[in-house]
């Protein structure tokens, strides 16, 4: 199976790995401990002696005697009465058990049929019996039957991509391979499998050096026609170098968004609930072992206490984000946050739409979300490279790749037909990124009839405890940010592209222009940070834009933009394919803009300051000055209902 702790090699992971330890080298009966203290770390955050002589039924003593059998190997930290933490030695080892143990629960549930809790017992009788050249084999077997991947040897590319069962659209090559219910079950729960050809983006990455400025400008006259690029297109545009073709990108990037979506930026708050995970990703400050940040879980009242202020603020839409793993109740708690957050009711209104940005779900759970009525789901893959994100993931249920990256199949399979998807730009190569963000895109356009409804953009940003977040390993400069935005504004003309406050003001105003269409403003990464205020000690990532609500909506209107806190699409079920029906012919336009004028001048007459207020009432005027008749005679009759007291007025 492929490694999962960082190569000694890798400038990103660790600087020094201690000695190796084999598997083999470890007798059963002391793996057995070490996958027990691995196991409840990552359930619990925490393993003590005496949880792991409850795990393997032995006496205190017994499992005491075995910890420091472990210590002495240097597999694990532990002192007296303290917590058993995993050395790195001791995680490169637990993570192989645990690859292990997994694969062989998968052929004996998966494959051979058996109860789970039978195909569990098996697993670890066998488990410490087979290596070698026979556990190779046999993984390469589950791989092939769980994923129902071709045989090994058979080459990867778009000839294997295997399409996912339940989706809408096309069946797919390798659908012809007849599975048993098995397998099906296993589809269902997995979401299948989206395979980015690593291969072929290289390949294309290579062949597009060697692309002449005609050929760019070519790709650039065809992107202003509104049809999307496609990865060849996308390759040529990010080896783009020369000042005066990235002065032509800039430009037809500016007149793309300004024909799709206006002089609109639609604004939101992200709500952080919870700062608990049981993953280590080694460029967050919120992961597992990290113990320079304090940890906290909101309850419901403090929730509602943060909703009210973001409401007060003026916000209509928050994206609520949780660490990946959650309080006792486990994932109800994220069902009735989301609940409390639609509940509260202020003078001066309601939040109206609840994003969520939690970990990925399975079909039936994403079935409970859609019930207390999310927007968007929103997953990012992090990094699509394959290598990179099994050394950035080095514990925790997100070491697999496949199981996030099919989040948003899940979801769609269960009606959630708003998703978004992202990259967290610096962990690897971001040409590679944005090519692989295309595969990933038309593997959902092409199963499910409709792409993402949204992208994200984020850049990593310095995180308490995380020296790779200050050190990129793969920084991306302003310029090929810029970048970045306008060639995803050109490849994908109808996605949105959100653009968080990682961003300083100065980034974040440039990028309106070549494609953002989404941004938050005010925000707090910390659990409570809107009551509280800004602690970096319990936050995700440092902000780039400190800025109130007030102060950005002020900025941005002055800039030319109309604020926008519409939520109207979502509240009458223009969502998924309904949405891009209307959004591709421009129909969509005709309601944003006085959908658009609506709500900011809700946000005017209660919340604005004087300042604000002066500055909005100029904009909405010259927003109205621009528009065709039709359109200026809906949005007037919007703006005489907001201002004669109706709220919450849209078509
Ligand atoms: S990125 Fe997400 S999963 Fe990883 S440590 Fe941070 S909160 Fe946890």
């Given at each position: 199976m492929t490694p999962r702790y960082p190569a000694p090699?890798?400038?990103?992971?660790?600087s020094a790995i201690p000695h190796r330890v084999a598997?083999?080298?470890?007798?059963p009966r002391m793996q057995d401990y070490l996958k027990s203290a691995a196991s409840l770390f990552l359930a619990k955050g925490r393993a003590t002696v005496t949880d792991i002589a409850a795990d393997r039924g032995v006496k205190v003593p017994t499992a005491s005697e075995a910890v420091a059998q472990l210590a002495r190997r240097g597999l694990v930290e532990h002192e007296n009465y303290g917590a058993v933490e995993l050395t790195e030695s001791g995680w490169q080892v637990a993570n192989e058990l645990l690859d292990r143990h997994e694969l062989f629960v998968h052929l004996f549930?998966?494959?051979?049929?058996?109860?789970t809790e039978q195909a569990t017992q098996e697993a670890c009788a066998v488990e410490h019996a087979v290596a070698g050249e026979t556990l190779e084999k046999v993984a390469e077997f589950v791989r092939r039957h769980v994923h129902r991947l071709p045989a090994a040897?058979?080459?990867?590319?778009?000839?294997?991509k295997v399409a996912v069962t339940g989706g809408r659209g096309a069946a797919a090559?390798?659908?012809?391979?007849s599975g048993s219910a098995k397998d099906a079950e296993a589809l269902q729960r997995n979401g299948g499998v989206v395979l980015i050809d690593e291969e072929r983006i290289f390949a294309v990455l290579r062949e597009a050096t060697s692309r002449d400025a005609a050929y760019v400008r070519k790709v650039i006259a065809k992107a202003l026609q509104l049809k999307g690029l496609d990865e060849e297109e996308v390759a040529a545009l990010a080896q783009i170098s020369d000042s005066e073709l990235l002065g032509e990108l800039f430009a037809a990037a500016r007149q793309v968004k300004e024909q799709i979506y206006g002089d609109r930026l639609v604004l939101f708050a992200p709500l952080y609930i919870s700062n608990l995970?049981?993953?280590?990703?080694?460029?967050?400050?919120?992961?597992?072992?990290?113990?320079a940040i304090r940890r906290r879980a909101l309850t419901q009242d403090e929730i509602r206490q943060e909703v009210e202020l973001l409401i007060d603020q003026g916000h209509k839409r928050v994206l609520l984000v949780a660490g990946e793993a959650y309080p006792r109740e486990g994932f109800p708690y994220v069902l009735k946050s989301i609940e409390t957050v639609y509940s509260v009711r202020r003078p001066q209104g309601r939040i109206r739409r609840v994003n969520v940005n939690i970990a990925p779900l399975s079909v039936d759970e994403f079935k409970e979300l859609k019930a207390v009525g999310i927007g968007t789901y929103q997953i990012f893959?992090?990094?699509?490279h394959r290598p990179t994100y099994t050394r950035m993931h080095v514990?925790?249920?997100?070491?697999d790749y496949d199981y996030r990256i099919t989040a948003p199949d899940r979801a769609m399979q269960a009606g959630v037909d708003d998703v978004g998807i992202g990259v967290l730009f610096g962990l690897f190569d971001w040409r590679f990124e944005i090519l692989a963000l295309l595969q990933h895109i038309r593997h959902l356009e092409e199963t499910y009839g409709v792409g993402p409804h949204t992208i994200s953009v984020p850049r990593l940003e310095p995180a308490v405890g995380s020296d790779l977040a200050s050190h990129p390993p793969y920084p991306v400069s302003d310029v090929d940010f810029r970048k970045i935005v306008a060639i995803l504004r050109l490849a994908v003309p109808y996605t949105g592209i959100i653009m968080s406050t990682r961003e300083t003001p100065n980034i974040r105003r440039e990028t309106f222009a070549l494609g953002v269409s989404q941004i938050s403003a005010?925000?707090?990464?910390?659990?409570g940070g809107y009551a509280e205020d800004e602690e970096f000690d319990a936050a995700q990532f440092q902000l780039g834009d400190h800025r109130s609500l007030d102060e950005v909506i002020r900025d941005v209107a002055q800039l030319g933009y109309t604020p926008s806190f519409c939520t109207a699409c979502y509240r009458v079920g223009r969502t998924g394919q309904d949405f891009m029906e209307l959004a591709k012919p421009g129909d969509i336009k005709h309601m944003c803009g006085p959908n658009a004028l609506s709500t900011f001048m809700e946000y005017l007459l209660d919340f604005a300051t004087p300042e604000t207020r002066e500055v909005g009432e100029a904009r909405v005027a010259a927003e109205l000055a621009q528009m065709s008749p039709a359109e200026r005679k809906v949005a007037e009759r919007l703006i005489e209902k907001v201002r004669a007291g109706d709220r919450d007025v849209y078509v």
């Open positions: 090699t890798d400038a990103a992971g660790p598997i083999g080298d470890l007798p549930s998966d494959i051979l049929g058996l109860p040897g058979a080459g990867v590319g778009r000839a294997e090559e390798g659908e012809a391979e995970c049981g993953n280590e990703c080694l460029y967050c400050a919120f992961r597992a072992r990290n113990k893959q992090e990094t699509y514990a925790g249920k997100k070491r005010g925000s707090r990464t910390n659990p």
